[in-house]
């Protein structure tokens, strides 16, 4: 029906625009304040959120009582759900979305019962319920199986023969197992699993930024014992608050290195907690660990001197800009088995490497010929307009950035011709010529002509000439 | 006497505790640590006439600011910078800071690794760092500094202002770090500098220097005009040309010994050194 068509039938109809990415935000906020139920939630489509209540039921006085705690903290925030609770994904999601009951209670399937009573419960259900392709649920109906109950009731062999393809009925079978919990379904949790954690809960709300860092150093005490007792440093941390009004803040760092020092971490969060707006109090923080890895023992140095070897570590300044200016704007040189030049390196921002191999590595005994490559490289190489003789002379002279420099001397040209086993089935790069120039004003410059001017293939259109580096 | 007896006991402790696999793994990824910067020798050019204008070659612990003398000359004062980087880092094994702004770096070009070895700089010793503006630049070198775990901090950036330039100044002192500031032709100087290098590039054809293993390369090698403005710790106002030859020197010769800065040889010994 379209909106006037229902404006029509009914003018005092309130219409407001959709707005289906705020929804989908909205969504994940909830999935994580769901936490407070259980560590495992997360949103699984437009309109559906899952908790693995797995052994955390009896916290809420039993399924019952969880659920109705469920649906009385939604409803304060203003939302109606419909909520079902099964052994698994696939029968909680097949109740909660086709059962459709006029009294408020929701559907639970127990979690003491057996394969007959899990099967009446779902005797009922449409195929629909079953996640399965569009058409696959067509085929379904038009082959008469309505309900659950029937498809259960065919045997497994004569189910397979009825569709026209494998895969089909696979699907079908497959779903099927899923919701009799024969078969396991992996579910992603929105917060990956904790290795070592640690919580605390305030009687009053907090509000104070000394408090909050006070309350922080303990919990960072806590897990940093924690860890020394497994051996293990930890690499990447969250530091998680809840809020009186049911909003929440994360806080994540990373380290270079597998790191318990107590100050370190403290410090590299404490820039970031001077920004946490505390609200109405804060009810509750934790401390996460997610990634960890082996760190051995340390022994106490006995002098002053060595006290302070750890900050003089260039990970504790790694560290420090990293969770500054984000992980993505601090990176290190790493060589590639490449000669095309723009290929030949790339920038890692995850560690250091260990050292570079050199492009040719000269021997005293072989004194290879040196490739001479510029200091700076401009990535991607600009275009430049070129005076130079035909066929494959160095120019005479080059304008870029507006400026017209003039050459005096020049080096070249060598050529680097394309990788063909990147480019397979593409168009074929041109082959470039490098000439390494030096101009009248100074300076000397990496030009290449990508193309060149003679050759069956490369008439359709005149090379192009490009500056690529500085040698100063 | 205790005190060598401690040193004995430590590293009989190191060698204990060497034997773990994933602790060597962590030692080896770690840049070997050297000891604060009294034990380390001189940070000189390796040019007569450049160290002796500077006591004890350059200061370890301040700033030094690297001028060009107009905007085409900028590439050459990086260039400077990276071969003062390379003398001190031949003997500080620890990593070097490379920072610039993102609009810097579209302008000039960012550091590429194959052609530092030019300057004898291993490419992997260097933590290259994109800020958005000056102002965080500042910051980044700031902490830098501060940390005293680097060999040498280079910036790129406009002249910092006065307080900006004071507060490096007491964090290159505090860390025992040098920094070298690449700053825009226009900018007048930086105050708090401890020396200050004017460089323009040479010409071709003006080079007093010759390539005699490489006669069929044209081209001059790693060559400035370089001036000295600003020095507080001996003479200023100095005018050199300076190149940084490595392919002059034979390959197998150790790399102190290559790669250092060296003057042009008088005029008299010119025409033979040709010739040969």
């Not at chain 1, 979690?111 to 058409?135: D, G, K």
């Not at chain 1, 088995?337 to 050292?355: D, F, G, K, V, Y």
């Not at chain 1, 290449?448 to 500085?470: D, M, T, V």
């Not at chain 2, 300076?242 to 034979?250: A, G, R, T």
Request: charged content about 20%; some cysteine.
């Amino acid at each position: 029906m379209a909106l006037s068509d229902a404006l029509a039938l009914c003018p005092s109809l309130a219409t407001k625009q959709a707005a289906p990415q705020k929804d989908v935000r909205r969504l994940l906020q909830l999935a994580s304040w769901c936490e407070r139920y259980s560590p495992l939630s997360n949103v699984h489509d437009d309109n559906s959120l899952w908790i693995d209540v797995t052994g955390s039921t009896h916290l809420f006085a039993g399924e019952q009582g969880l659920l109705a705690a469920i649906s009385k903290d939604f409803r304060q925030q203003g939302y109606t759900v419909k909520l079902a609770l099964a052994g698994s994904f696939a029968a909680a999601f097949a109740l909660s979305h086709f059962v459709f009951d006029d009294k408020a209670k929701a559907p639970i399937i127990p979690s003491q019962s057996s394969f007959t009573q899990l099967q009446h419960y779902l005797y009922s259900l449409p195929v629909t319920a079953l996640r399965l392709h569009e058409n696959t649920c067509s085929l379904l109906h038009r082959l008469g199986l309505m309900t659950l109950g029937q498809l259960m009731d065919l045997p497994r062999e004569s189910l397979k023969r009825r569709f026209p393809s494998p895969d089909q009925a696979r699907s079908v079978l497959f779903r099927l197992d899923q919701i009799l919990e024969l078969r396991d379904e992996p579910l992603a949790p929105l917060t990956p699993p904790v290795l070592f954690s640690s919580r605390l809960r305030f009687a009053q709300a907090l509000f104070s930024k000394h408090g909050l860092e006070r309350a922080l150093t303990r919990l960072l005490d806590d897990v940093t014992w924690q860890l020394e007792r497994q051996n293990q440093g930890a690499r990447s941390l969250t530091f998680s608050l809840w809020r009186s009004d049911g909003s929440t803040s994360h806080i994540a760092i990373g380290t270079a290195q597998p790191c318990r020092d107590k100050a370190h971490l403290f410090n590299l969060f404490k820039e970031k907690i001077s920004r946490i707006e505390p609200g109405f109090g804060i009810d509750v923080i934790a401390l996460f660990v997610a990634k960890a890895e082996p760190l051995s023992v340390k022994q106490i140095s006995l002098q002053s001197r060595q006290k302070s070897d750890r900050s003089r570590s260039p990970f504790v300044l790694i560290d420090r800009l990293r969770n500054h200016l984000g992980a993505q704007k601090i990176g290190y040189l790493q060589a590639l088995p490449s000669h095309i030049p723009e290929r030949a390196q790339s920038l890692t921002t995850s560690s250091p490497p260990q050292t570079m191999p050199p492009l040719h590595a000269a021997s005293p005994a072989s004194p290879s010929v040196i490739y001479d490559r510029p200091f700076l490289l401009l990535n991607p190489p600009e275009s430049i307009d070129v005076l130079a003789p035909l066929p494959d002379d160095p120019p005479l002279s080059f304008t870029w950035r507006r400026v017209t420099r003039k050459v005096i001397t020049s080096n070249g040209p060598e050529r680097l011709t394309r990788e063909w086993w990147r480019e397979l089935g593409q168009k074929p790069s041109r082959p470039r010529d490098y000439y390494k120039v030096s101009t009248r004003e100074g300076g000397t410059f990496w030009l290449y002509r990508n193309g060149l001017y003679q050759g069956s293939e490369e008439c359709r259109s005149p090379p192009q000439w490009f500056i690529h580096g500085f040698f100063g | 006497m205790p005190l060598e007896n401690l040193d004995k006991l430590r590293t009989q402790i190191k060698r204990i505790e060497g034997h773990t696999a994933f602790l060597e793994g962590a030692r080896k990824s770690l840049p070997a640590r050297h000891p604060p910067s009294p034990s380390l020798p001189a940070w000189s050019f390796g040019a007569k006439e450049v160290d002796q204008c500077l006591e004890h070659g350059l200061a370890p612990h301040a700033l030094h600011e690297i001028n060009p003398l107009a905007y085409k000359d900028c590439w050459a004062a990086l260039s400077f910078a990276l071969a003062l980087a390379s003398k001190r880092a031949s003997f500080d094994q620890r990593p070097l800071l490379w920072c610039s702004s993102r609009a810097n770096k579209s302008e000039f070009g960012g550091l590429y690794g194959q052609g530092l070895q030019r300057f004898n700089l291993d490419p992997a010793r260097f933590i290259l760092i994109e800020t958005k503006n000056d102002n965080e630049t500042a910051f980044v070198l700031e902490e830098a500094l501060k940390s005293a775990s680097l060999c040498a901090v280079i910036g790129l950036i406009a002249a910092p202002g006065l307080t900006a330039s004071r507060r490096l100044s007491l964090m290159a002192n505090k860390g025992q770090t040098p920094a070298l500031l690449v700053t825009k032709p226009e900018d007048t100087g930086i105050k708090n500098a401890t020396t200050r290098w004017q460089v323009a590039s040479l010409r071709a054809d003006q080079s007093l220097f010759t390539t005699p293993s490489f006669p069929q390369l044209a081209l001059p090698q790693l060559s400035w005009q370089v001036a000295l403005t600003r020095n507080s710790q001996g003479p200023a106002d100095k005018k050199w040309h300076l190149e940084f030859p490595s392919y002059e020197q034979p390959l197998h010769k150790s790399s102190k010994e290559a790669f250092r800065f060296a003057l042009p040889s008088p005029f008299r010994n010119r025409k033979s050194r040709a010739a040969a």
